[in-house]
């Protein structure tokens, strides 16, 4: 837990509530350094060997996490997000996401109904596999709304 002075809060309080009034981010908290680390049992002269480890600036994190919870917040009260999705919320496991499945599988079955599947496996990050593969994972979202709707409550 991070430990500073009421007054320091106040000072960040106030800073960040400027902040998300004016919808702005300040560019010097986007910056960041790059350490490589060395992958085990990987060769020290080979480039692909190490990973790289982005170091942000704390109050930067400390801000994105602070729009992170709100924009949660906000599209899970508006139902932004359908249950379908999985990925990055709260009490939605891949364990609830593989009995959901499990469970309309064995309901078509019983009704003598076929069942379709579509599955997409991203052992990468999907940056690296370009908006082609972005645009099938995420083809029915309306993230335009979805972002048109936070601007317009945070602006």
């Known amino acids: 837990m991070l430990r500073i002075s009421q007054k320091a809060l106040l000072y960040l309080i106030r800073l960040f509530n400027h902040l998300l009034y004016r919808g702005y981010f300040p560019n010097v908290w986007k910056h960041a350094k790059v350490i490589?680390?060395?992958n085990p049992n990987k060769p020290l002269?080979?480039?692909t060997s190490y990973r790289p480890i982005s170091l942000l600036?704390?109050?930067g994190n400390l801000f994105e996490r602070i729009i992170a919870n709100r924009f949660t917040t906000l599209a899970n009260q508006l139902h932004l997000i359908p249950d379908e999705q999985f990925d990055f919320r709260k009490k939605h496991s891949t364990v609830s996401q593989l009995a959901r499945?499990?469970?309309y599988i064995t309901n078509g079955y019983n009704l003598h109904?076929?069942?379709e599947m579509a599955s997409l496996d991203l052992k990468e990050p999907t940056t690296q596999y370009g908006s082609k593969g972005y645009c099938i994972s995420s083809s029915h979202f309306n993230y335009h709304h979805i972002l048109s709707t936070f601007s317009a409550i945070f602006s």
């Open 36 to 38: 490589p680390i060395l």
């Open 45 to 47: 002269t080979d480039p």
């Open 57 to 59: 600036n704390i109050t």
């Open 101 to 103: 499945i499990t469970d």
């Open 113 to 115: 109904k076929p069942t």
